[in-house]
């Protein structure tokens, strides 16, 4: 099958978010350019590792003196509203890639599609090389956004994240509504 490219430069919205109740969420990439909505499911890990290196990236480029070129924003209320619908997948992630183009001043967000293919690495680790013109190859969510834009992102996901079940004070684990048994207590049950 041919590869599908979401590409959005800028979009209007960039947002991470959730379906259906702690323990039982599932994780959104959503990219909205007018009438046009991409949906990418991927981990609540996959949102918490893409937040956290963004955060970093960020802030490095802070610590270089990079200049961004940014309208001013017109609206600086965090966005808390729900995912757009209609959610449909487009895809299930597989890797993201984060980075900067100085060219234009904008931070580079792009998720590909799970694969079964690719080559292992000594460590171990799968090693997919897919020429990006290549008309075969995993599907392509790309999104390319202000400095700015990317700080609001880094914010609602780290809300998103932190808005799911509550740690146990004993092991850490997530707490359901009913409580978890627990290992530090020798299995005994935590509510």
Same mark, same amino acid.
């Given at each position: 099958m041919p590869r599908r490219r979401y590409i959005f430069d800028p979009p209007e919205r960039f947002v991470a978010g959730t379906v259906g109740e702690p323990g039982e969420r599932t994780f959104f990439l959503q990219a909205r350019d007018g009438g046009r909505v991409v949906s990418v499911v991927l981990e609540k890990v996959q949102v918490a590792v893409l937040a956290d290196r963004l955060n970093r990236l960020l802030d490095?480029?802070?610590?270089?003196?990079?200049?961004?070129? /940014?309208?001013?924003? &017109?609206?600086?209320?965090?966005d808390a509203e729900p995912l757009d619908e209609p959610i449909v997948e487009a895809f299930r992630a597989g890797t993201l890639t984060l980075g900067w183009d100085g060219s234009s001043d904008r931070v580079l967000v792009e998720a590909r599609a799970q694969t079964d293919e690719g080559?292992?690495?000594e460590a171990g680790e799968a090693e997919v090389l897919v020429d990006d013109e290549a008309e075969d190859g995993p599907d392509v969510?790309?999104?390319?956004? /202000?400095?700015?834009? &990317?700080?609001?992102?880094?914010?609602r996901a780290v809300r998103v994240i932190a808005s799911g079940r509550p740690p146990c004070p004993l092991c850490?684990?997530?707490?359901?509504?009913?409580?978890?048994i627990c290992p530090r207590r020798n299995g005994h049950y935590v509510n």
């Amino acid at each position: 099958m041919p590869r599908r490219r979401y590409i959005f430069d800028p979009p209007e919205r960039f947002v991470a978010g959730t379906v259906g109740e702690p323990g039982e969420r599932t994780f959104f990439l959503q990219a909205r350019d007018g009438g046009r909505v991409v949906s990418v499911v991927l981990e609540k890990v996959q949102v918490a590792v893409l937040a956290d290196r963004l955060n970093r990236l960020l802030d490095e480029l802070d610590q270089r003196g990079v200049t961004v070129v /940014t309208p001013l924003l &017109a609206d600086t209320t965090p966005d808390a509203e729900p995912l757009d619908e209609p959610i449909v997948e487009a895809f299930r992630a597989g890797t993201l890639t984060l980075g900067w183009d100085g060219s234009s001043d904008r931070v580079l967000v792009e998720a590909r599609a799970q694969t079964d293919e690719g080559d292992e690495d000594e460590a171990g680790e799968a090693e997919v090389l897919v020429d990006d013109e290549a008309e075969d190859g995993p599907d392509v969510f790309r999104v390319l956004l /202000t400095a700015p834009a &990317a700080r609001a992102f880094v914010e609602r996901a780290v809300r998103v994240i932190a808005s799911g079940r509550p740690p146990c004070p004993l092991c850490g684990q997530p707490l359901d509504p009913q409580g978890h048994i627990c290992p530090r207590r020798n299995g005994h049950y935590v509510n």
